[in-house]
């Protein structure tokens, strides 16, 4: 076919007059058909004719090849090319709609996908007109296909892109708004604004004085929303409805650069603020515990020699000596002392502990007259308590101290009586609470609530709560360390504290601890009574300080013990290896410049197999004692103690097995 299409027959027969006129036509009409096959051959588009009724092509421009890659021939050579070669998901849609547009006699469009010679898929924009015969009945299709391949990739990258963003806002934390150049909301989404209570799109309209409630144009988000109209990219913090949002804003800018609004993107960063205020308060006690497990361990030193000489002297005065008066005012000032340098231990988390398998709620259980007397007739106590609750890894000891602690404080907010609640429950904790409210590990807890109804805490005070340089009762009232023992205990057990307390309200205490599973409590050996029978055995002492080392001595040589005694870790060694009597026990100091007690105790052992060990130590530093925690069959005498408290350990330990 060739447009316009040529009259040969007409031309053939007319009279011979006219062949100059015909000539002259023929050569028009050969003009306009290299006009036409030059126009629609350049074009990027394929230009088309097909028959109505049979669907074969009759005209295919040269385009077809360079786009689609099949010679002109081949479209032209089959009634059912198109069809073939329409996408099978796009076939039966195009199909139809061709057919009924044809049947009807409209002009139509539409898009679909053909596969290329070289198996790609080809999308294309099909421009069709209807062309009809004097009755109206189709004749012909002609149409333009136009590759749209480009603009449906970007599409689709746009569409991607669009469902990437979407994904971003509806998994992070955050809202994404714009404004106009009157601080209009003209757009908001994004995961946050469901904890703002807020749906997508709910403040378009609003201006952002009206959602602030606000007419200052200083207040801090309009003042750098303002910025931003000026041209300035701005970023800072803001708490909003209770959580902390870290918020950038920019301009926005139209297609000639112009600025035509903002936009801003605020992250929920409230559990990464707290998790870094955890960190820095971390740090603090762990300074501050450092400072007061050394200041402890040298106190309770000091104590022992004081505890020690005092209990020697009582022995050597009759009963009615005006000196026991003195002393026993002394020794009584020493377990003051030792009471609280035990809350420093505590609190630095260097208390050495032998940890057992613990049920809180029998705990809590067998404290209930020692708790009445604490808190007092004005205060009713109540306990709820989970039976079967599992076991937790810890020292009874500084368990009960925890809750007596605790409720001393309830005690103390609750100044005209009120209700103290104990209750104990099994919980499993998530990853996210864990780590952010608690700073342990996900897993299995026992939950110790300790609950008040008295006076309650303002935010400020919940925050230091816990720190032994915060006061928290009237001076004169207790030492201030009795809350930082607490988080201490819990601390070097593996657990968490969370306070809940308002003004007015009263407090709980949430005391969290690992379950160490389904444990049978540890067997204790009961002390052996007063020490009256000579001792015969060789006792080796190993203590670096000069006055805790002579009044151990002193307190062994009067039970009758053969003493050898050395200052360190090396003098020990040489003193037994160059000594030819036995040793039946080794009595050392934890820790000690250049060898510890540990280590001490692992060397001697290697070549006197059956050597009994006695650990003693104001606290147990972890390079000397691992964590700080001891083998549950492990000897260990915490000081200070006295004369007698030693005398009886020593005999427990030579009347037991042989333990490192």
């Known amino acids: 076919m060739s447009l316009p299409e040529r009259p040969e027959a007409e031309l053939a027969a007319a009279p011979p007059e006219t062949e100059g006129e015909i000539e002259r036509l023929r050569k028009a009409v050969r003009a306009l058909e290299t006009r036409f096959h030059e126009i629609v051959g350049g074009i990027e588009a394929i230009a088309w004719e097909a028959d109505a009724a049979t669907w074969q092509f009759t005209f295919v421009s040269p385009a077809a ?51 290329a010679a070289d198996g790609r898929a080809v999308w294309l924009r099909d421009l069709v007109r209807v062309v009809t015969d004097a009755q109206e009945r189709p004749v012909f299709l002609r149409g333009i296909l136009i590759d749209i391949t480009a603009r449906k990739e970007a599409e689709e990258a746009l569409r991607k892109n669009a469902a990437r963003y979407r994904l971003l806002l509806e998994r992070l934390p955050a809202v994404v708004w714009t404004t106009d150049r009157n601080l209009r909301f003209t757009s908001s989404e994004g995961k946050a604004l469901a904890a703002m209570g807020l749906a997508p799109d709910q403040v378009v309209g609003e201006t952002l004085f009206e959602f602030f409630d606000t007419s200052d144009p200083d207040f801090l988000p309009i003042a750098r929303h303002r910025q931003a109209l000026a041209g300035e990219t701005v970023d800072y913090e803001i708490e909003w409805r209770g959580r902390i949002f870290l918020t950038h804003v920019e301009p926005l800018r139209d297609e000639s650069g112009a600025v035509s609004g903002t936009i801003g993107v605020a992250q929920d960063v409230t ?32 104590i022992t020699a004081i505890t020690g000489y005092t209990e020697l002297a009582l022995r050597t005065l009759h009963a009615r000596d005006p000196l026991r008066q003195r002393l026993e005012g002394i020794r009584r000032a020493s377990e003051r002392a030792t009471a609280l340098a035990g809350q420093l231990l505590a609190f630095s988390r260097k208390r050495v502990v032998q940890p057992g398998a613990v049920d809180l709620s029998e705990v809590v259980a067998g404290m209930g007259d020692l708790l009445a007397r604490l808190i007092g007739e004005d205060v009713e106590l109540v306990s709820n308590l989970e039976p079967g609750l599992g076991r937790v890894r810890a020292d009874r000891g500084e368990i009960e101290q925890v809750i007596a602690n605790l409720a001393v404080n309830a005690r103390d907010a609750m100044p005209s009586g009120g209700k103290l609640v104990l209750s104990t429950r099994g919980v499993v904790l998530d990853e996210v609470p864990a780590r952010v409210h608690l700073g342990v590990p996900a897993g299995r807890y026992a939950l110790l609530a300790v609950s008040d109804t008295g006076v309650g805490m303002d935010p400020s005070t919940r925050a230091h709560l816990f720190e032994p340089d915060f006061p928290t009762k009237e001076p004169g009232k207790g030492t201030g360390l009795g809350l930082a023992t607490v988080y201490g205990i819990v601390k070097q057990c593996g657990g968490g504290v969370r306070v809940d307390s308002e003004p007015g309200k009263g407090s709980t205490f949430q005391i969290y601890l690992p379950l160490a599973g389904e ?111 001891l083998s549950p069959r492990a000897a260990y005498l915490q000081k200070p103690f006295t004369p007698d408290e030693i005398a009886r350990k020593v005999r427990e330990v030579l009347g037991a097995a042989p333990t490192l």
Not at 541 to 562: I, K
């Open 271 to 302: 559990e990464s603020s707290s998790m870094r205020e955890q960190f820095r308060h971390a740090q603090k006690m762990e300074a501050v515990g450092r400072l007061a497990g050394g200041v402890a361990h040298d106190f309770n030193n000091l």
């Open 65 to 115: 090849e360079r786009i689609l890659g099949y010679p002109v021939h081949e479209w032209r050579g089959s009634r059912t090319f198109w069809v073939d070669h329409l996408h099978p998901e796009d076939r039966e849609a195009s199909v139809e709609l061709c057919r009924a547009a044809t049947a009807s006699g409209q002009d139509h469009e539409l898009e679909y996908r053909m596969i």
């Open 519 to 629: 444990a049978r409590p540890e067997e204790t050996t009961p002390l052996p009574g007063e020490v009256t029978d000579r001792a015969t055995e060789t006792v080796l002492l190993v203590e670096d300080e000069e006055l805790v080392r002579a009044v151990v001595h002193d307190a062994l040589a009067q039970q009758g013990y053969d003493m050898l005694v050395a200052t360190g870790g090396a003098e020990a060694i040489e003193l037994a290896a160059n000594g030819s009597r036995p040793i039946h026990l080794l009595v050392t100091d934890m820790v000690m410049p250049q060898m510890g007690g540990r280590e001490l105790a692992r060397r001697l052992s290697a070549s006197r197999p059956g050597l009994r060990v006695l650990y003693m130590s104001g606290y147990a530093d972890p390079a000397a004692s691992g964590d700080g925690l």
